[in-house]
């Protein structure tokens, strides 16, 4: 089976092949005419940023128009996704979608103000990484099993830390109490970098986190990782064994994405799927990504479509199979 990697260039060639008439129609309506707000709903300086500098300020540089980042953090990304969904459709707000917005969020939380199927329009498929289990230097641990032995003896003890109920690298830790038969209390942020600064601090002992976000204090001996949540080893920390490798059957991980709020004109949706497949498919960006431990996926607004539809699946099996209920 080929990887999003291998298949990037495929989608981008009939992407731009097959909807070369579409995107002519929108450029002739005027699009964009302005700048485009583009939600971000996770608080300020979190790994989104580096999305930003390395894929968006390039579609901005050729769509001829700035792509301006908004954070709107809190709730797992719920609060974001909720203001974009509200925007008017017509191409000038856009939202950077995780899984959190799109699947365990919700699933997991009360009253989310919006569905992710029917209030929005998918775009394309961005980025896609493991998570890695991440303790501060200060927890006597260093494998996973070493980590479930210490909540098992010490019960409610320690702290966990995630981007907020209902949040992927949540349910993740919330899966691991689970078949490990462990407890840890959750602490709850609004996005990766005041989680980061907690695990800094050790005001949270562990958490799931993607490795751009963690790398330089790991590198630094500040954190410590001890094990990759996917079923085969992370490429850059080949060392590094996964969950499944030490007997944790664990597997979480992130799937960012575009998408706009529902109603937009499909001749403006074809366009920016275009200019964001051509991004993807160049070879400084595909290479700036991997070297910070992203994949590329990229594809079709049809591919986006089903890869929400099979993230709800696969998280709402998860959450009723560990026996959570939405808080």
């Not at 070297?291 to 998280?315: F, H, M, N, Q």
Request: charged share 20%.
């Amino acid at each position: 089976m080929k990887s999003p990697l291998h298949r990037i260039g495929a989608f981008a060639c009939a992407a731009v092949a097959l909807s070369a008439g579409v995107s002519r129609d929108a450029v002739a309506q005027g699009y964009p005419q302005r700048a485009i707000t583009l939600i971000n709903p996770a608080a300020a300086g979190g790994s989104n940023e580096a999305l930003k500098t390395i894929i968006f300020d390039r579609v901005a540089a050729s769509l001829g128009q700035p792509i301006v980042m908004e954070s709107r953090g809190g709730a797992g990304g719920t609060i974001g996704a909720a203001i974009a969904a509200k925007a008017e459709p017509n191409g000038y707000t856009l939202l950077l979608a995780g899984s959190s917005v799109m699947a365990t969020g919700p699933i997991t939380q009360k009253d989310v103000p919006y569905d992710p199927v029917r209030d929005f329009t998918p775009i394309v498929l961005l980025i896609e990484a493991p998570f890695l289990l991440v303790t501060h230097k200060s927890v006597p641990a260093s494998t996973g099993p070493e980590l479930v032995d210490l909540l098992r003896r010490q019960p409610g003890r320690f702290n966990y830390g995630s981007y907020g109920p209902g949040a992927t690298n949540f349910l993740a830790f919330e899966l691991l109490k689970n078949v490990t038969g462990t407890d840890a209390v959750h602490v709850p942020y609004r996005g990766s970098a005041p989680l980061l600064l907690a695990l800094l601090a050790g005001e949270v002992q562990a958490a799931f986190e993607f490795y751009p976000t963690i790398r330089h204090h790991v590198e630094a001996g500040t954190l410590r990782i001890l094990g990759v949540a996917s079923a085969t080893r992370f490429r850059l920390l080949p060392d590094v064994p996964t969950l499944g490798e030490q007997g944790i059957n664990v597997e979480a991980g992130g799937l960012t994405m575009l998408v706009a709020p529902a109603g937009l004109t499909a001749p403006v949706a074809d366009l920016l799927n275009t200019e964001f497949n051509k991004a993807l498919a160049e070879p400084e960006v595909r290479r700036r990504l991997a070297d910070i431990g992203y994949e590329t996926v990229g594809g079709t607004r049809e591919l986006a479509a089903s890869r929400i539809a099979e993230g709800i699946a696969k998280w709402s099996r998860l959450a009723r199979d560990i026996g959570y209920r939405p808080q």
